[in-house]
């Protein structure tokens, strides 16, 4: 399966703010996003993940195989690490969590609940969930957030690993992680200002 995304258009807040977006991401490969804030990257990001619906344009390839990790980490703080990983790989009909805890260097947190855990290990765990899903296309939005140097690297290796078995990554970030992967500069993409109305993504956040 390809992701492949033609000529689209996406809003925030009924406010277009990227239009034109065309391009495609095979197994095996890589693309990330790069612009500034509020550049209209996270809302690219959550259309490619079905949150919200595209203003004009087509975006193929991504349904049913997605697994989005947005700014919230997706964890329940009542549940161990290890009992939030055997959730979320049961919500995708999979039961195997190891993979995931090994990658992230989480086998010593497992037993521990994730509302103790702090903003870094809290992010592990989140991006571990990625790996227990299944699901062949990892769209990612700033996922170094509150990770450290060690931990960057942990998250860089799990993305060339997947994508070395046949997956497929989109990415927002701003540092070097060392992917060898297509870049895509939304500044040249930005829509002009012109409010919709009656078109609202709201109801999608």
């Not at 277009?16 to 809302?43: D, F, M, Y």
């Amino acid at each position: 399966m390809t992701l492949s995304l033609v000529n689209v258009a996406v809003a925030r807040g009924g406010v277009p703010v990227l239009s034109g977006v065309s391009c495609t991401v095979r197994p095996g490969e890589a693309l990330i996003l790069r612009g500034p804030n509020g550049a209209g990257k996270t809302t690219l990001l959550r259309a490619v993940a079905g949150l919200q619906p595209v203003l004009t344009g087509e975006i193929t390839g991504a349904a049913e195989t997605v697994a989005y990790a947005g700014h919230a980490d997706g964890l329940k703080a009542m549940l161990s690490v290890a009992e939030n990983l055997a959730f979320w790989a049961a919500v995708y009909g999979r039961t195997r969590i190891a993979d995931a805890l090994a990658a992230y260097g989480l086998v010593p947190l497992s037993d521990l609940l994730a509302g103790t855990l702090s903003a870094g290990q809290k992010r592990r765990a989140g991006l571990a969930r990625l790996m227990v899903t299944g699901r062949p296309l990892w769209v990612l939005d700033e996922p170094t957030v509150s990770l450290d140097r060690d931990a960057v690297a942990l998250f860089a290796d799990a993305v060339r690993a997947h994508l070395a078995a046949g997956g497929m990554a989109l990415l927002a970030t701003h540092i070097d992680l060392g992917l060898e992967a297509q870049v895509l500069d939304v500044s040249d993409l930005r829509a002009a200002p012109m409010a919709l109305h009656g078109a609202s993504d709201e109801a999608f956040l």
